[in-house]
Nanobody, 114 residues
Framework: VQLQAFGGGLVQAGGSLRLSCAAS????????MGWYRQTPGKQRELVAT???????NYAVSVKGRFTISRDNAKNTVYLQMNSLKPEDTAVYFC?????????WGQGTLVTVSS
């Protein structure tokens, strides 16, 4: 499975960004896709996941501001991020989740200025 993320950048606080992650390869075995984020010196943390059955899960810190969605025809997962805060600054990684392991994309940097 290969994952390629797009859409990071610099935005002012209160602004919006949409991240995209295109998946290719043996994605049929996946049970969910999602987004995690990481800042220097900290562990990677969950942002949002979306199961193949349509169930979503969000970190408390982003609930109500971020929305995860998926276009099955394009094998792409999106993360719409609204009302961004400086504390959302991080490298965002998309992931393809299977029973055996998670596959990870290369990460895309989101910087929110105050």
């Amino acid at each position: 499975v290969q994952l390629q993320a797009f859409g990071g950048g610099l935005v002012q606080a209160g602004g919006s960004l949409r991240l995209s992650c295109a998946a290719s390869g043996s994605i049929g075995s996946g049970k969910a896709m999602g987004w995690y984020r990481q800042t220097p010196g900290k562990q990677r943390e969950l942002v949002a996941t979306l199961t193949t059955g349509g169930k979503t899960n969000y970190a408390v810190s982003v609930k109500g501001r971020f929305t995860i969605s998926r276009d099955n025809a394009k094998n792409t997962v999106y993360l719409q991020m609204n009302s961004l805060k400086p504390e959302d600054t991080a490298v965002y990684f998309c992931t393809h989740i299977t029973l055996l392991r998670n596959y990870w994309g290369q990460g895309t940097l989101v910087t929110v200025s105050s």
